[in-house]
Structures are given as structure tokens and as C-alpha cells.
């Protein structure tokens, strides 16, 4: 299934425990459904190195509705090159 949020995209919380932050999309895994939220569902993870660590969790996909799309980076071709430079 394709999905129409994307890695960079600004997304809103609509349910659950963070209902109303927003963040941007800092990963998906399109197979589970499941996307990772920067600020959202942060949970304390313990590292023997680094000691504890605050990260993100992976929350539904259902669950956050799209505020604002990732920029689209325009590619550079030959044709667009040319234009710039005369």
C-alpha cells in the first residue's frame, strides 16, 4: 500500500497519548503500518555504554494526520542547467 506521509513531512497526533504535538516524520516501516515522530511517544531506553537515553517510538499509522508535506528536492538535469546559467 502506498502511503501518502513521508520521511520529513510535518504530521499531527490525533489520538492516544500525545494527541496534539506535532513533529516530523523521522522514519517508516511501511510493512507494520507504523511511523516514527520526532518529540512523540518518547521512551526511556537503557544503553550499558551511554546509560539511559530518551528515544522515539514507532506509533500507528492511523493515528496522525498530515499537516504539511516534505519539500520535494528538485533535480538538476542538463536542460535545467543550461537554463540557469544564460
Known amino acids: 500500500m502506498k502511503l501518502k506521509i513521508k520521511k520529513g513531512a510535518t504530521v499531527q497526533v490525533i489520538t492516544g497519548s500525545d494527541k496534539g504535538k506535532k513533529g516530523s516524520v523521522l522514519a517508516i516501516d511501511a510493512a507494520k503500518m507504523k511511523i516514527l515522530v520526532q518529540g512523540v511517544k518518547v521512551q526511556t531506553h537503557f544503553d550499558k555504554k551511554d546509560g539511559l537515553l530518551k528515544k522515539e517510538g514507532f ?4 493515528n496522525v494526520k498530515l499537516v504539511e508535506s516534505a519539500a520535494k528536492e528538485k533535480k538538476t538535469t542538463k536542460k535545467t542547467a543550461k537554463q540557469k546559467t544564460a
Do not use: A, G, K, P
Open 59 to 62: 506509533i500507528d499509522y492511523s
